[in-house]
C-alpha cells in the first residue's frame, strides 16, 4: 500500500506533520477529515533517492507568484468574453510558455475533464495556489462568478507583489552598506592587521587599548574562524527548531510586532494584508465566518492569527466584531472605529477595502522615512568602525616614529 506525506491543521490551530498509508489521496484526505483536521497538503511519500533531486527542483525551478497571477488574470479575460471553462484553459495553456506551469496547467485541466470542479483541481498544488485562492475560486464557481472572483485574485496578487517590491527595493541599499561594511571590516582585522601585528610585538612597545583590542580580535578570527562558522550553524539550526514549535513561533512574532521602529512599519504591512484580503473574499460573497478562517490560514504572524482564531470563535458566540477587534488590543483605534462603522452599516467589505487603501500609502511613508534615516546612520556607524581600526593601528605607528625620533 503506498504511503503519502500530509500537512494539515488540527482543530487547535496547529500545523501538524505525518505519513499515512492508504490506497489513494481521497482516502488519507478522507481520514484527516474525520479527526477534524484542515488538510493543507498530501502527497505520495518521495523515495530516498529521489528527495535530493525534489528539493534541487523546488528551489532551482519553482513558478514565481507573478507567473501564477498572469495565468489568473488570462483566465479570467478568457471567461468574462464568454468561453467556457474547460476551452479557456486549453486556451491558457497554449499561451503559457512556462516550462514548469505548463504541465500543471494540463494536469488541472485533465481534473476538470474528468469530471472534478475547478477548485478541487486547484487544491492539488497548495504550493502554488493557497488555501484564499481555492476558497475564492469555490465562491466563485458556486455563485456563478469566477471571472469576475479570479480578477479580484488577480489584483490582490498585483497589490501583494507591489508592496513587497516596494519593500525589497527599499531595504536593497541598507543590505548593500551593511554587506559592504562587513567586508572592509573582515579585509582590515584579518588582512591588514596582521602584517602590522608582528612589527608591533617585535618592537615591544605599549600598545594603546585601542590596538590591543583590535589585535584580539583579529586573533581570534583567524585561529577560531572554524569555530564561529560552526556555532553560527549550531545557532541557526537551533533558531529553526525553535520557530517550528507553538510557542517559539508566537514568542518571535510577539517580538517582531514590539521591535522598535520596524515593528510598527510590520504591523502596518499585517493588517493591511488582512483587511484587504477579508475585503476581497466579503465582496466576493464569502460569509463572514468562512472569510475569517480564510485569512486565518493566510496570515503569517502567529499572534495576529490567533488573535483572528479567537475573533472568529467569539463570533460564532454571537459577540460584536468591533469589540473583539479592540479586546486582542493588536488593531489601532482607527481601524476598530471604521470596522464598527462597516458592521453596523452593513457595508464592512467596503470599510475594509478603506483601511487597506488607507495602509497601503502608509507602509510605502514608513519604509521610505525609515531609509532616510538609516542610510546616514549607517554610514555613520561604519564611518566609526573604519576609524577606529585605523587608529588602532595608526597610534602605535605614530609611537614608532616618535621613538626613532628620540
Known amino acids: 500500500m503506498p504511503s503519502y506525506t500530509y500537512r494539515a491543521r488540527n482543530t487547535n490551530g496547529e500545523i501538524v506533520n ?19 483536521y484542515a488538510i493543507i497538503e498530501i502527497a505520495p511519500k518521495a523515495p530516498a533517492t529521489a528527495t535530493i533531486s525534489n528539493l534541487t527542483g523546488r528551489y532551482l525551478h519553482r513558478v514565481k507568484k507573478g507567473d501564477v497571477i498572469l495565468f489568473t488574470r488570462q483566465l479570467s479575460t478568457l471567461l468574462r468574453s464568454g468561453m467556457g471553462l474547460l476551452p479557456a484553459l486549453t486556451t491558457a495553456i497554449e499561451q503559457s510558455n512556462h516550462r514548469n506551469l505548463k504541465p500543471i496547467l494540463e494536469n488541472i485541466h485533465r481534473a476538470v475533464q474528468s469530471g472534478k470542479s475547478f477548485s478541487e483541481a486547484l487544491s492539488q498544488y497548495p504550493g502554488l495556489f493557497n488555501d484564499l485562492f481555492i476558497n475564492m475560486v469555490r465562491v466563485g464557481e458556486t455563485a456563478g462568478m469566477l471571472d469576475k472572483v479570479l480578477d479580484r485574485l488577480s489584483t490582490l496578487g498585483v497589490q501583494e507583489v507591489e508592496i513587497s517590491s516596494r519593500i525589497k527595493s527599499a531595504l536593497l541599499y541598507p543590505l548593500v552598506l551593511v554587506s559592504v561594511a562587513f567586508l572592509v571590516v573582515n579585509f582590515l582585522v584579518i588582512g591588514v592587521l596582521p602584517k602590522f601585528a608582528l612589527v608591533f610585538t617585535t618592537s615591544q612597545m605599549d600598545l594603546p587599548l585601542a590596538t590591543q583590542l583590535v589585535l584580539g580580535l583579529s586573533s581570534t578570527l583567524r585561529r577560531y574562524w572554524w569555530l564561529i562558522f560552526f556555532l553560527i550553524i549550531v545557532i541557526a539550526i537551533w533558531f529553526r527548531a525553535y520557530m517550528n514549535t507553538e510557542g517559539g513561533k508566537f514568542s518571535f512574532h510577539s517580538f517582531l510586532l514590539k521591535f522598535p521602529i520596524f515593528g510598527t512599519l510590520y504591523a502596518k504591512i499585517q493588517i493591511s ?16 465566518l468562512e472569510s475569517l478562517s480564510a485569512v486565518e490560514k493566510t496570515i503569517t504572524n502567529e499572534v495576529i492569527r490567533k488573535a483572528i482564531q479567537n475573533i472568529r470563535i467569539s463570533l460564532t458566540e454571537g459577540k460584536s466584531l468591533a469589540e473583539q477587534f479592540k479586546i486582542s488590543g493588536l488593531f489601532p483605534p482607527m481601524v476598530i472605529q471604521m470596522i464598527s462603522t462597516g458592521e453596523k452599516t452593513g457595508e464592512l467589505d467596503k470599510i ?5 487603501d488607507f495602509y497601503e500609502p502608509e507602509i510605502e511613508y514608513t519604509i521610505k522615512n525609515l531609509t532616510s534615516v538609516l542610510e546616514p546612520v549607517m554610514l555613520l556607524i561604519m564611518g566609526i568602525i573604519v576609524a577606529f581600526i585605523a587608529l588602532s593601528v595608526l597610534l602605535p605607528i605614530f609611537n614608532l616614529i616618535k621613538v626613532f625620533r628620540n
Not at 505525518?18 to 477534524?36: F, R, T, Y
Not at 484580503?277 to 463572514?288: M, Q
Open 352 to 356: 475594509l477595502g478603506e483601511v487597506a
Open 18 to 36: 505525518g505519513i499515512l498509508e492508504a490506497e489513494s489521496e481521497d482516502a488519507i484526505a478522507s481520514n484527516l477529515d474525520k479527526l477534524g
Open 273 to 288: 494584508r488582512f483587511a484587504r484580503i477579508l475585503s476581497v473574499l466579503t465582496t466576493a460573497g464569502v460569509p463572514l
